[in-house]
């Protein structure tokens, strides 16, 4: 075979490696869209994603984070960045972009931190403040927020004036697991005691009216 056949076969060969390869890279780490992303976080798995993608795509998500200041990306960064997840552990820091996300209104990062002030995880024990966080994921319609909310009301936090909305939203709840289904009716069963039986048909009118 002539060499300069030999030459153009052995480039056409490394061409479509090469090629393949960056196709590969390409889809590797390509990023989530926000609809994606959002649900991995809903579903508490935007974490172990990170990590089954081999962590190539931190620099991306840090940059989404830091300087687009993304609410979903800065959750998920300040959540690598409190655990550890594909970079050195910085809780300070990764509490910070929660509350950054928080801030501009992103109803996972609302209720993971009233959760973690509720339980006193990587900050100090404070449910006062957790009704504070867990109260506006509520309206924003979180249901992990809204049991956890009527849980604090139920044990003596929070003011009387607020276990109104939060039988409401309960009262209203769809959901098919049926343990979460089962605490909704204890919760709301123990809000009843506390309320005043007016308060409580007042409650039971339909989401949004």
Known sequence: MPLFKSLSILCCVLSF???????????????????????????NEHLSRVVLDDCQLVQDIQARAEVLKIPSYQFLWGDMLAWGVCVDAEPERGINFMHQAAEQGLSAGLEQLGRYYSQGKLV?????????????????????????LAELFIEG?????????????????????????????????????????????????????
């Open 124 to 148: 100090q024990q404070d449910k006062e403040r957790a009704v504070v966080f867990l109260r506006e994921a509520s309206v924003l319609g979180d249901l992990k927020a809204q049991i956890q």
């Open 157 to 209: 936090y929070g003011s009387p004036y607020d276990y109104e909305d939060a039988y409401h939203w309960l009262y209203n709840a769809i959901t098919a697991d049926k343990s979460t289904h089962r605490k909704i009716a204890r919760c709301m069963q123990s809000l009843e005691k506390l309320m005043h039986p007016k308060a409580v048909r007042k409650a039971k009118r339909p989401l949004n009216s």
């Open 17 to 43: 490696v090469t090629a393949t390869h960056a196709a590969d890279e390409i889809k590797a780490v390509q990023l989530y869209s926000q609809n994606e992303l959002l649900d991995l976080i809903n579903r």
